[in-house]
């Protein structure tokens, strides 16, 4: 069923092969939410339209039933070193059936693929007894879960089921550790480095507090589903009247990954525990996400992003199931991505019943490899357009 016509799959490809040579990185994803909302047009959404921070939404169907979206992120990460690439980040070349580009995996391709899985539904005329709406989100990649907390909580538009497109390799997620990041600032006292006594070195202040990091890893929790939590300094600033004084800050950040059952309030009370018993004069505070969309929106939130398990005998899990398995033919695996994704905000925060199921493999994300396989993208595209049956129905 839902099957692509040649000319839908030479379509699909070029599509994601203009997304890919459209660069969008985060806060400038103008372009290609301009490239999006045309190809939704061209094949059938009866509506599209953009909203305050950029998202791009396109909507099938107008019955009474629940509300589905499809949601995929339009920004990428940007290319540090392009001497790094084997090919060109941003030439969407294909070998052997393979498509290498900056975002093909993460997350270009499920989107081109969400977009002819509602081309599927149009051609077959198919009529939904509720909405399925494709969302073309921004920011995903710096601030996983903004966007989406502007669609649903200053747009009014509230799923009853979410799909995420992050890459699956076409099997299933349904949940991930969260994330937390914090900014710990060691105060010391400054003088001349030629006697270094008459001050407190900041930087060596931190390191003791680094080091007690390094020491809480092992200990923190396991789950038996997301695994177990873990910590990791990131970044380290200082400053000083010379490189001949003394430093008298010293700033670093820590990623944290939380397991089921961790808060922002334990991750922040670790911290402050080895600050108290290294008896250092520092604070901690969770950091602040803070820019302006390509639309104008002021964004800022806070980077807390909560862990989530959907369990495996939910609903929307088996129907995911079922539309992978009548579609392609096998039994999917039902497991937990590694990174963080929008699903932070739709399940971990508003309890939105959330899945993941993609093309592409998470082990090419964010790498200088970025691939997908085009029967990859092509089969998503058929178990999108199943799935919106099987969870909305159609009217009797």
């Known amino acids: 069923m839902f099957n692509l016509s040649s000319q839908d799959r030479n379509d699909l490809v070029a599509f994601l092969q203009d997304l890919i040579r459209i660069p969008s990185l985060s806060t400038q994803e103008r372009a290609l939410a301009e490239r999006l909302a045309e190809e939704m047009r061209r094949v059938g959404f009866p509506r599209v339209r953009q909203d305050r921070i950029g998202n791009v939404i396109g909507c099938l169907g107008a019955g009474p039933g629940p509300r589905l979206i499809y949601n995929g992120h339009m920004d990428t990460v940007s290319v540090s070193d392009p001497a790094s690439w084997a090919r060109d980040p941003y030439a969407a070349q294909i070998e052997k059936g393979v498509l290498y580009g900056l975002g093909a995996c993460d997350m270009k391709g499920a989107l081109a693929a969400m977009v002819y899985g509602v081309k599927a539904l149009v051609d077959a005329g198919i009529q939904l007894a509720g909405e399925l709406c494709v969302v073309g989100v921004v920011q995903e990649e710096p601030c996983e879960g903004l966007a989406m907390r502007v669609l649903v909580e200053e747009e009014g538009i509230r799923p009853d089921f979410v799909v995420l497109g992050e890459p699956t390799n076409l099997q299933i997620k349904r949940g991930h550790r969260g994330r937390i990041g914090m900014k710990v600032t060691v105060r010391g006292r400054s003088c001349h480095a030629s006697s270094p006594s008459l001050g407190r070195n900041a930087i060596y202040d931190a ?28 970044q380290i600033e200082s400053s000083a009247a010379s490189r001949n004084a003394i430093p008298d800050a010293c700033t670093f950040y820590i990623d944290r990954r939380l397991t089921l059952g961790e808060t922002e309030a334990k991750a922040l009370a670790e911290i402050q525990g080895i600050i108290t018993r290294e008896r250092v004069e520092a604070k901690v505070n969770v950091t602040e996400y803070r820019t302006i969309s390509y639309t104008g929106y002021e964004c800022k939130a806070r980077e807390f992003y909560p862990a989530w398990a959907l369990d495996d005998d939910h609903p929307l899990v088996q129907a995911t199931a079922r539309a992978i398995r009548e579609t392609l033919g096998y039994r999917p695996k039902i497991g937990q991505w590694a990174f963080s994704t929008d699903g932070a ?43 919106a049956v099987e969870l909305l129905g159609v009217p009797e």
């Open 345 to 387: 905000y739709t399940m971990g925060r508003a309890n939105i019943p959330t899945v993941g199921f993609g093309p592409g493999e998470e082990r090419f994300a964010h790498t200088v490899d970025d691939q997908i396989r085009l029967d990859d993208v092509a089969a998503a595209a058929r178990v999108y357009a199943r799935l």
């Open 207 to 234: 390191a003791r507090l680094m080091f007690g990091v390094e020491l809480l890893a092992p200990q923190l929790a396991i789950d038996p589903f997301l695994g177990q939590g873990s910590i990791a300094v990131t």
